[in-house]
Antibody
């Protein structure tokens, strides 16, 4: 059974940092591209970052570029999101999501339950 | 970025009746390599992550009931629930993956 379990969320002050983790199981993690998608409270979905299965191709949404860093450790079956210079508008539930396609990014067939990040003083 | 606009923002449908949700793209999202439209639909119930329903505009994900169907091409797409069940109460999102991924704003379906 495919499972994605996020962790690392919490309350952080504006300007602070957090590192989110996503532990993957039930599939060959190194074969899949992965993404982070967030959802502000009561709002819609926003894609924020993509990393290819090899880790060689990375994309970011403009809203987080230069502040967030996506990475992966295939030996640990884990995906990460390092978030720096956090702002109130980064407050959201952060989901990791598996990309179905093997080439460029497409749609997401499995999602974690999400981890809540709250940026507030 | 490609903008997806869903309509309506919410709708109430009687049990057993048809629900239709529209998604309009700001530009065509046809992938020339396979002649398919780069559009997916998701269902999100309260407190849960999104669940993939359809992709390539009209391909139903394995395990999704056949009352859910996706259609459309070019810039106009539709998700249809042919006979609404109580468990279908949720917010539905379209997503394009032709360019930088974007989602529609969501459509809330109620009984």
């Amino acid at each position: 059974e495919v499972q994605l379990v996020e962790s690392g969320g919490g309350l952080v002050q504006p300007g602070g940092s957090l590192r989110l983790s996503c532990a993957a199981s039930g599939f060959t993690f190194s074969n899949y591209n992965m993404n982070w998608v967030r959802q502000a409270p009561g709002k819609g979905l926003e894609w924020i970052s993509y990393i290819s299965n090899s880790g060689n191709t990375i994309y970011y949404a403009d809203s987080v570029k230069g502040r967030f860093t996506i990475s992966k450790d295939s030996a640990k079956n884990s995906l990460y999101l390092r978030m720096n210079s956090l702002r109130a508008e980064d407050t959201a539930v952060y989901y990791c999501a598996r990309d179905r396609c093997s080439g460029s990014s497409c749609y997401y067939d499995y999602w974690g339950q999400g981890t809540l990040v709250t940026v507030s003083s | 970025d490609i903008v997806l606009t869903q309509s309506p923002d919410s709708l109430a449908v009687s049990l057993g009746e048809r629900a239709t949700i529209n998604c309009k793209s700001s530009q065509t999202i046809l992938y020339s390599s396979n002649n398919k439209n780069c559009l997916a639909w998701y269902q999100q119930k309260p407190g849960q992550p999104p669940k993939l329903l359809t992709y390539w505009a009209s391909t139903r994900e394995s395990g999704v009931p056949d009352r859910f169907s996706g259609s459309g091409s070019g810039t106009d797409f539709t998700l249809t629930i042919s006979s609404l069940q109580a468990e279908d109460v949720a917010v539905y999102y379209c997503q394009q993956y032709y360019g930088t991924p974007t989602f529609g704003q969501g459509t809330k379906v109620e009984i």
